[in-house]
């Protein structure tokens, strides 16, 4: 059986005297995993989950584990915790790297001499494989790293953007494109998803299902997650120069906690993982991933298989029809290809899990 679902996310802009007006989007449509995972062993949907999920598969694999410990009742060893920690924050840098090297800078040439290397050392070291250099050691694959980073311009102190460099030139053109492109320069409607809406998120999720996981919302609120989100200490401007600084800062808290040997408090923040019992053989988590916070519920049947799976992704609040995405590039200024340029680096800096397409709608003048 095939089974059919639109991976990709279509936004049409409507556009009135060179101004966006109106931005219609209309999500991916998702695989129905609960339908497929039901009857199953939960090893079965875990062994599988590298395959439905090509993003951020590992931070999956933990919510699902984590999930079903909660449903037992069980809670993992610390030492475990802290390997699941591990495998979350080494894969959120290889999936910041990945959408900065080959989304926003990918038509930096000086730039394509690096992000093979770079990327290639990051996987290396993320699986922790001994696909390096003959006797290359681990922390002779992270000094190649933070090499090839300083070349790009971030280091992993806070003044991370060095001049004359390909994150200096990306950066110096997002803030023209803030400037010329008339972002909305005020402080954002929506607010951040977090630790706190946990409980709210996972039982409807448990409730409702995709229902509720294809437009999510809490009590009408539609909250942003991912990398600013992290960032943003208060309802403060989100134009895309403040997004690739936000991205650029976590790279180099990641980087820094690399160094300290992976045991660094500063870059684990509190409820990078968190589990939570919903009743008799359910259980739920979220975790802190590369675009925000994803959840998972899970309910197992008397023989501890999986009688229900639902999932939800950052994606979907961050491009929700009435959600951040949508309201950020309302009222931009979209005149020709260098604006086009602007609003399609706008929407990447939200860093969807799938494709997405931009469609232009002119409107006649009111």
Known sequence: MTLAFRNRIDLTLSVTDERITRVDIQPRTRPPLGRLAAGKPAEMLLAGLPRLFSLCAGAHQV??????????????????????????LAERLAELLRGLLLGTM??????LSLAQRLLQAVSSLQADRPDKAPGQSRSETLSQIKMALDELGIGSTLEIVAPGTPVARLMAAARKAA????????????GVLSAADDRAVVTRLMDEGAAFADAPELDGRIPETGVWARHARSRLPAGPAERLSARIAELAVLIRWMEHGETDDD???EDLVAGYTLGPRRGAAAVECARGRLHHVVELDTQGQISRFEYLAPTEWNFHPRGPVATSLTGAVLRGAEDRDAVHGMVGSFDPCVGFSLTVQELADA
């Not at 919510?63 to 915790?81: D, H, K, S, V, Y």
């Not at 990918?106 to 730039?111: E, H, L, M, N, Y």
């Not at 400037?179 to 954002?188: I, K, L, N």
């Open 106 to 111: 990918a038509g930096d040439r000086a730039v």
């Open 63 to 88: 919510a699902l584990l984590t999930a079903i410990e909660a449903a037992r009742g069980e809670q993992a060893a610390p030492l475990t915790r802290h390997r699941r920690i591990k495998a979350v």
């Open 179 to 190: 400037e010329e492109g008339g972002w909305r320069h005020m402080p954002s409607v929506h």
């Open 267 to 269: 870059a684990c923040e």
